[in-house]
């Protein structure tokens, strides 16, 4: 049972122009949500993350938006770049009985390609 | 601060071997996690630690063994590789365990033939 579902295996945009990549969730016991770039023959780095108490949460092109009665989230990259092209990681996790712990639960990931 | 390192890089085992995947993180985090990839699909958590001395199962534990005994190293060790183990490991750490983004390592790629 994939708790974490990432639907796109891949997303090609020409640069400066919007990327969004989506991440959905059955567990509604989630309250914490991050996004991971990868790069090949890399570990996953963090890039932003949001608590279920937004709905929203920007850091610089990078922006996270998150909607708990559809358990969907997305991130937009706004201008895209062609360094953005990477694979990208949706986890969740939430707290149980007073801490997760941090344990984090993956999507499959989506393969960004951002054109020149 | 060299973050998470992982030893070794690569690996070829042979059914059957043993092995042990070497996770250091220079950081004082207190969490520190193993997870596993495959091919097309995300990290699945193997073992976590959440201090020196206590450790837990994660969501695909068998197979595998962890200690930790000082709050730096956290190794993982296959007894008996198998080919389903064939796959890249990574290794991560946080701070705490709520709400606190996990710094991983390079990765190990394993393969058992």
């Known amino acids: 049972d994939q708790q974490v579902k990432q639907n796109s295996p891949s997303l090609s945009v020409q640069e400066g122009r919007i990327s969004i990549l989506n991440c959905d969730y059955t567990n509604s016991m989630f309250d914490y949500f991050l996004w991971y770039k990868k790069y090949p023959a890399e570990g996953p780095t963090f890039l932003i993350s949001?608590?279920?108490?937004?709905d929203k949460n920007e850091d610089g092109r990078f922006t996270v938006f998150l909607n708990k009665s559809a358990k969907h989230l997305s991130l937009h990259i706004v201008p895209s770049q062609p360094g953005d092209s990477a694979v990208y990681f949706c986890?969740?996790?939430?707290?149980?009985?007073?801490?997760?712990?941090?344990?984090?639960?993956f999507g499959q990931g989506t393969i960004l390609t951002v054109h020149p | 601060n060299a973050g998470v390192t992982q030893t070794p890089k690569f690996r070829i085992l042979k059914i059957g071997q043993s092995m042990t995947l070497q996770c250091t993180q220079d950081m004082n985090h207190n969490y520190m996690y193993w997870y596993r990839q495959d091919p097309g699909m995300g990290l699945k958590l193997i073992y976590y630690?959440?201090?020196?001395?206590?450790?837990d199962k994660g969501e695909v534990p068998n197979g595998y063994n962890v200690s930790r005994s000082t709050t730096e190293d956290f190794p993982l060790r296959l007894e008996l590789a198998a080919p389903s183990q064939t796959s890249v490991y990574f290794c991560?750490?946080?701070?705490?365990?709520?709400?606190?983004?996990?710094?991983f390592g390079p990765g190990t790629r394993l393969t058992v033939l």
């Open positions: 991560a750490s946080s701070y705490s365990g709520d709400w606190n983004e996990q710094f």
């Open positions: 986890a969740a996790s939430y707290i149980a009985g007073g801490t997760s712990y941090g344990k984090l639960t």
């Open positions: 630690s959440v201090g020196a001395g206590i450790t």
């Open positions: 949001i608590s279920s108490i937004k």
